[in-house]
């Protein structure tokens, strides 16, 4: 595998998340109940927008309208509607085709 900056990303997130889900079955560290609930809130959360960030980084670098016009059309799905997330994740994938067929004829 080489060291291109996606590489990189790649195995940040990978090793984030082995600390985030796999060493606390295993390591015991002494903190407080509100200390274990926070960091259970927080952590995994932190973890899933690092990844949202490199996925629209990535895609907007490669195909940006595309890319913007997709998180457009499933932030506005998301916030005005009861769309479940996989039937938004069919509909931002769709229309990101879409563009992406467009714009390259």
Same mark, same amino acid.
């Given at each position: 595998?080489?060291?291109?900056?996606?590489?990189?990303?790649?195995?940040?997130?990978? *090793?984030?998340? !082995?600390?985030? +889900? /796999? =060493? #606390?079955?295993?390591?015991?560290?002494?903190?407080?109940?509100? *200390?274990?609930? !926070?960091?259970? +809130? /927080? =952590? #995994?959360?932190a973890v899933f927008l690092n990844f949202a960030v490199y996925i629209v980084w990535t895609e907007v670098h490669s195909s940006p309208v595309s890319a913007l016009t997709s998180i457009a059309v499933v932030g506005l799905v998301t916030f005005l509607t009861r769309t479940g997330l996989v039937l938004t994740t069919c509909i931002g994938t769709i229309v990101y085709g879409l563009v992406f067929l467009v714009s390259r004829n």
């Open positions: 595998m080489s060291t291109t900056p996606t590489a990189v990303a790649i195995l940040a997130l990978f *090793a984030t998340s !082995l600390l985030v +889900r /796999v =060493l #606390p079955v295993f390591l015991r560290v002494p903190t407080s109940d509100a *200390a274990r609930r !926070l960091v259970g +809130r /927080v =952590l #995994p959360m």
